[in-house]
T-cell receptor, first 113, second 111 residues
Framework: DTAVSQTPKYLVTQMGNDKSIKCEQN?????MYWYKQDSKKFLKIMFS???????INETVPNRFSPKSPDKAHLNLHINSLELGDSAVYFC????????????FGSGTQLSVL | GQQLNQSPQSMFIQEGEDVSMNCTSS?????WLWYKQDPGEGPVLLIA?????ELTSNGRLTAQFGITRKDSFLNISASIPSDVGIYFC???????????FGQGTTLQVKP
């Protein structure tokens, strides 16, 4: 059983399109995250939710909208995709907001053409 | 904002060699962690350090939390081909609740 699973693994799309990435964790954790890894492999937090409530919202364009229907799911919707959005997006979870032991999904490689 | 400087950026070593990498920060962290990312996968936690001066081992890996709380190092002894990957340090500050990652050290091991 995969602990943190995200889909799709690869996403290739045209500029201007809207796309979603889904994430689910079966660890019973309360806190979930979205991280972006750029072409230089730098990992930067985008959002964090604790029990469906947004607790961290970094300076991310409002074209990015996370949604957490329940604490086991955190989806990321991106509107009007731009070339600069191309990156690998990682979902992660931890058992609480102050627990730094994150469990990561295997990533979604987004390519915007 | 808080930044972590990780070095070296990349290493290419012979199987069996020992490896050392470190991470420094201008800010104090309460926790230091080391993650490894295999190609096509997400980072996986290797070691977590909670107290200044703490030295912790996990198999062939040893990591230390610096006395100043502004640095940490990771050593890998007797490297093997499956050690290949990107190693990230990360610092966690309880006041921000955020995990800040270093730029990563890419390790390649020649059999």
């Amino acid at each position: 059983d995969t602990a943190v699973s995200q889909t799709p693994k690869y996403l290739v799309t045209q500029m201007g399109n809207d796309k979603s990435i889904k994430c689910e964790q079966n660890l019973g954790h309360d806190t979930m995250y979205w991280y972006k890894q750029d072409s230089k492999k730098f990992l930067k937090i985008m959002f964090s939710y604790n029990n469906k409530e947004l607790i961290i919202n970094e300076t991310v364009p409002n074209r990015f909208s996370p949604k957490s229907p329940d604490k086991a799911h955190l989806n990321l919707h991106i509107n009007s995709l731009e070339l600069g959005d191309s990156a690998v997006y990682f979902c992660a979870s931890s058992d609480s907001p102050n627990n730094e032991k994150l469990f990561f999904g295997s990533g979604t490689q987004l390519s915007v053409l | 904002g808080q930044q972590l400087n990780q070095s070296p950026q990349s290493m290419f070593i012979q199987e069996g060699e020992d490896v050392s990498m470190n991470c420094t920060s201008s800010s104090i962290f309460n926790t230091w962690l080391w993650y490894k990312q295999d190609p096509g996968e997400g980072p996986v936690l290797l070691i977590a350090l909670y107290k200044a001066g703490e030295l912790t081992s996990n198999g062939r890996l040893t990591a230390q939390f610096g006395i100043t709380r502004k640095d940490s190092f990771l050593n890998i002894s007797a490297s093997i081909p499956s050690d290949v990957g990107i190693y990230f340090c990360a610092g966690h500050g309880s006041n921000t609740g955020k995990l800040i990652f270093g730029q990563g050290t890419t390790l390649q091991v020649k059999p």
